[in-house]
């Protein structure tokens, strides 16, 4: 082989056996993907604070909320930007740590999936059964479905990448990269687990709660000319209801938009053109997790008073804790 083609390699020393430097991004993808993951990391981070410390937020709604910053923090914490490196540079951190990654990048946003499915469900109970809502949906109902959910994604990553701790670099061609080339059953049963079961479930509960939103619209005008009492109180009811429903809509569209670039590419021929857009698909469902408390978190109220709290430092003050913040 030739000086100039040794240049190209991971390990120069390894000709037979190293991988080829990955071309690099130009500067400006760089640093929007690196905005990304700081955003990602920020937004969650004040989700996280702002749920944990403010007594008044402990509901099982928001507890779910918390579930979900701490597996978006993760993802915008270590998943983008080892990403970012695995396709910008050559993978010199070895085989364990090659593995970890691979463990991770199966678990949270596994967990992430699972917890977007429970709060789809806390909001069909919510919307479709209100008068039993506080009795289905307690507090510690909610803790013990977070702690499965992550016990099941941790499982199932152990399970889906089962070999790689016995047999270390047999998940990829060469020396100087980080992947893992799973055989077909194992990519149609994650694309099942993964994306088929819960989008169905997902799209199932918000047709549902779409439908019961209607609905309820429908009855609050027809009950425009009833008592002062009823038109008080039930447009309110409504209104909120139907707020619910768009933004369960919105979350569901934009989960859709993220995920199914790479679904749809994983099973695409391999090509140098379909190679580089899968990068960029990755790197797009990853940021699916920076919209997640844009869309969840700023349209509450709640988020916003928090947030000014935070940034004020005034949650360091005695009893901040106990705010009124509803």
């Not at 992430?112 to 008068?131: G, H, K, Q």
């Not at 060469?174 to 059953?185: A, K, T, V």
């Not at 099942?192 to 009855?219: D, E, G, H, K, M």
Request: overall charge positive; aromatic content about 12%.
């Amino acid at each position: 082989m030739e000086v100039e083609d040794r240049a190209e390699l991971c390990f120069p020393q390894f000709p037979n056996t190293s991988c080829r430097k990955p071309s690099p991004w130009p500067p400006t993808v760089n640093i929007m993907f690196y905005s990304i993951s700081l955003i990602t990391v920020t937004l969650n981070l004040l989700i996280i604070i702002s749920i944990s410390h403010f007594r008044q937020l402990h509901t099982p709604t928001n507890i779910l909320l918390l579930s979900l910053a701490v597996s978006d923090l993760l993802v915008g914490l270590v998943l983008i930007p080892v990403e970012i490196l695995r396709r910008t540079s050559c993978w010199f951190l070895g085989d364990f740590v090659c593995a970890t990654y691979i463990l991770i990048c199966i678990i949270i946003p596994l967990a992430t999936i699972s917890d977007i499915v429970l709060i789809s469900a806390d909001r069909y109970v919510a919307i479709c059964d209100p008068l039993h809502y506080t009795t289905k949906v307690t507090t510690r109902r909610v803790k013990f479905c977070v702690c499965l959910c992550w016990l099941c994604s941790v499982t199932y990553s152990l399970l889906f990448v089962k070999d790689l701790p016995t047999l270390p670099g047999s998940y990829r061609y060469c020396y100087g990269e980080c992947f893992i080339d799973p055989d077909y059953s194992s990519l149609l049963f994650d694309l099942v687990v993964n994306f088929i079961v819960p989008v169905t479930v997902i799209v199932a509960l918000y047709l549902r709660v779409f439908a019961v939103a209607v609905s309820q619209a429908r009855a609050m005008r027809s009950h425009i000319t009833a008592v002062t009492l009823h038109h008080s109180v039930t447009p309110k009811a409504k209104k909120s209801e139907l707020k619910a429903a768009r933004k369960l809509g919105v979350l569901v569209l934009v989960f859709l938009l993220c995920a199914c670039p790479l679904y749809i590419l994983t099973w695409a021929p391999y090509s140098l053109t379909m190679a580089s857009l899968l990068h960029f698909s990755v790197i797009l469902y990853f940021s699916n997790s920076c919209l997640n408390p844009v869309i969840y978190a700023f349209l509450y109220p709640w988020f916003r008073k928090a947030v000014k709290l935070i940034v004020t430092v005034q949650i360091l003050q005695p009893g901040s804790s106990e705010t009124n913040m509803l």
